[in-house]
């Protein structure tokens, strides 16, 4: 019975020495430790004239653009296909190369609608003998009727006979056409000038009517358009700009909207919108000489509508948004900030027209906005800020150390 009360005893002693060794460890952290020579951060600090960078309000020409995303989109797009059956006999165009209206593209072998023409000529030559040898006889028989030498039946009967090979001529003669016809479809030329994709038939194969893939696909690449859609609300500043007649000014950029790849015109609106998305197709045309449109690319569209000459604008970055709707802080001449309810106009790259609000030349906030209020002093600064942390007393330097930060947070010794 004595075991288990020694065993009881021992572990009390135990665990009354870890807590004795716990209750040095702390008292010696938080008492004993040498205070920080780091300065604390108080309310004084954010007392200061806040630093803030200004742009002054300017009065500048800004252009009204529409944004929307395109389709680069061939005006014409053809597949050759042969028109006769027969064999591939020779491929006169490269891959890829751009071609003429008319250039000849493939040969298709022509023997066999050569003799075809020879046939139709043939038996036009026959029948043309026929005819001419009625139209003899006739010129007899009209003579001998005269003389009342011959029944009229007979005239009547010949008449008939020139009627029939006349007839026969007019059939050999489209015979003949069909077959010259024919046979100039052995010769397959572009229908389109544009560029030639890749071909689909190798030289030697039989090709028919019938080969929906074709010989190769030609698209018109000079000029081209780029097809895009507009939201219905823009179409008041848009549709009045059209029915006026002018040439809208319309640009492709690439797909990350850094590089202006082509300028061109728009030429076409859709003449519905589409009730699903609310939108109304445009086309734009683009001359396109350097080839920098491809066909199905996708480009980013800016539609110039109409160009304010004297807008008074700053930048979009500057104006807030509130309850009471757009503001800017301005800066007064004794630097003290001041909220100014704005009534803003169109904007385009990052700039935004001033319809109410502001005077040309007056400072605006760009940087600094965060700690800003009515009345605040400011302390304008026009170097470039150094990097540093998100938050930081004003006009302080590098945040202080996770070591100061700990020591700040522990209770001094009185």
Known sequence: ????????????????????????????????????????????????PVPVRVVPAVVEPLTMRVRAIGTVTPLNTVTVRSRVEGELTKLLF???????AGQLLAQIDPRPYQVQLDQALGQQQQNQALLRNAELDLKRYQTLFKQDSIARQQLDSQQSLVRQYQGAQKT???QVDNAKLQLSFTRITAPIAGRIGLRVVDQGNLVSTGDTAGLAVITQTRPISVIFSVPEVQLAELMPQVRAGRK????????????????????????RIDTSTGSLRLR??????????FPNQFVNVRLQVRTLDDALTVPADAVQYGNRGPYVYAISADNKAAVRLLKLG?????????????????????????????????????????????????????????????????????
């Open 248 to 271: 809208l000014v319309v640009e492709a950029w690439n797909s990350d909207d850094r590089t202006q790849l082509a300028s061109g015109t728009l030429t076409t609106v859709d003449n």
């Open 94 to 100: 490269q891959e890829g190369q751009q071609v003429e």
């Open 1 to 48: 019975m004595q075991q288990p009360s020694r065993f009881l005893t021992r572990r009390r002693l135990f665990l009354t020495a870890a807590l004795l060794i716990a209750l040095l460890a702390v008292w010696f952290f938080f008492f004993r430790a040498p205070a920080s020579k780091a300065p604390t951060v108080g309310p004084s600090a954010w007392a200061g």
């Open 172 to 174: 050999d003669q489209a």
């Open 284 to 293: 734009a045309e683009f001359a396109n000489q350097d080839d920098a449109l």
């Open 346 to 414: 169109p904007s385009d790259s990052g700039r935004v027209a001033v319809l109410e609000g502001l005077q040309a030349g007056e400072n605006v906030v760009l940087e600094g906005i965060d700690r800003l209020s009515e009345g605040r002093v400011v302390r304008i600064v026009t170097e470039t800020p150094a990097a540093g942390p998100a938050t930081g007393a004003p006009g302080e330097g590098d945040a202080a150390t996770p070591a100061q930060q700990q020591q700040q947070r522990r209770p001094r010794r009185g």
